[in-house]
């Protein structure tokens, strides 16, 4: 399974961005898709997450009202949108996928990653 994040970059505090995250390979067995972040100097964190079939999502309390994470299952891609933007958004993101976890918000739980994304909000 290969995961390419897209949609990163530089955006200025309230403004939005789109994140992409194409999904090739084995499929069948995909049970969620995730977004989690990294800022420097921090672990890395939840930030929202879509059971594949079902369509339910979880976000953090960070993402809530603002984030939206939504999937495109012919195009096998997960996308999160990003508005209201904070200079604490800025880290880099990354895509995940899970094929059985008991918890989303778990890093350790998703079975393949892609190689992130940097979004950068300035102030």
């Known amino acids: 399974v290969q995961l390419v994040e897209s949609g990163g970059g530089l955006v200025q505090a309230g403004g939005s961005l789109r994140l992409s995250c194409a999904a090739s390979g084995r499929t069948f067995s995909r049970y969620a898709m995730g977004w989690f972040r990294q800022a420097p100097g921090k672990e890395r964190e939840f930030v929202a997450a879509i059971k594949w079939s079902l369509g339910t999502t979880l976000y953090a309390d960070s993402a809530k009202g603002r984030f939206t994470i939504s999937r495109d299952n012919a195009k096998n891609t997960v996308y999160l949108q990003m508005n209201s933007l904070k200079p604490e958004d800025t880290a880099v993101y990354y895509c995940?996928?899970?094929?059985?976890?008991?918890?989303?918000?778990?890093?350790?739980?998703?079975?393949?990653w892609g190689q992130g994304t940097q979004v950068t909000v300035s102030s």
């Open positions: 995940a996928e899970a094929v059985n976890v008991v918890s989303l918000v778990r890093a350790t739980l998703y079975d393949y």
